[in-house]
């Protein structure tokens, strides 16, 4: 790690023209990190603006040579992602030539415009499912994962050709799933609609066969698309949903309410 840092500040040194935040790393941070590091967000720290972003320098340098950040575990020796975040190696070193040159502002008119976030669903539902009460969430410490059953009250098959889900608090929320549980499944047979279960406990039961991932939550990921080639995902009449939840403590007490979106097929895929 030392001599690569090293390599990227010889690199940065033959240009003579200084790294500034304005000019050379927002560009990067708008489109590598901040739908997570902005205000409402689940980053601790918002890189909106330099100055939010100038006492970091340091701890991001350490972050994007070390890869920690962004977060990406795809083996780039395996396929192509459209939204792979993982910084090349000239992306690297400009970020460490701006932390080492003093990480510097620049110019204001060489700043691009603020990145116009999209809030709320990635497009418009057919049907909202939503837990039926607030998931209370401790101040601090490992929260476990929790399953919350919710009766969706399907009263006919349908195929699903988009799913989105929407953290009710995005600070609270690291990632969710949304799971198909299929009519007469012993899994969660016996769970109260609505109460945060976790692993280990005996209304959860095993996930059997039948069950489906419709739909998941990462910051930053966006809605799921699944009409390519006129696809679509099939939920049984009957079925209901199960929310697999992943929480961060946040340092103060609070709560979650998150809610899937759905968008229906107008017809049964080919």
Request: include cysteine; glycine fraction near 8%.
């Amino acid at each position: 790690m030392v001599a690569m840092t090293a390599s990227m500040r010889a690199t940065a040194g033959e240009d003579s023209t200084p790294v500034t935040f304005n000019k050379h790393v927002l560009p990067i941070l708008q489109k590598n990190c901040q739908s997570c590091h902005r205000p409402g967000e689940i980053a601790p720290m918002s890189f909106l603006t330099y100055k939010d972003t100038r006492p970091w320098a340091k701890a991001i340098k350490e972050a994007v040579v070390s890869r920690q950040m962004p977060p990406w575990f795809a083996d780039p020796n395996y396929g192509h992602f459209a939204n792979d975040r993982t910084l090349s190696d000239a992306t690297i070193k400009t970020l460490v030539a701006w932390a080492d040159g003093g990480a510097l502002e620049g110019d204001a008119k060489d700043a691009p415009a603020p990145v116009n976030f999209v809030e709320g669903w990635s497009f418009k539902p057919d049907m909202v499912i939503e837990m039926p009460q607030d998931i209370q969430l401790p101040p601090t410490g490992t929260i476990n994962y929790k399953s919350i059953l919710v009766k969706a009250n399907f009263t006919e098959d349908l195929w699903v050709v988009a799913a989105d889900l929407r953290p009710g608090n995005a600070q609270a929320v690291h990632h969710m799933r949304a799971i198909v549980r299929p009519p007469g499944s012993e899994w969660m047979k016996h769970a109260v609609p609505g109460v945060a279960y976790e692993q280990g406990d005996v209304e959860i039961g095993r996930q059997g066969e039948g069950t489906d991932l419709l739909g998941k939550f990462n910051p930053g990921l966006g809605g799921q698309d699944f009409s390519l080639f006129d696809s679509a995902k099939f939920v049984p009449k009957g079925s209901d949903i199960v929310f697999s939840m992943h929480y961060t403590a946040t340092g103060k007490p609070t709560t979650d309410r998150s809610k899937l979106g759905l968008v229906f097929a107008k017809h049964p895929p080919k």
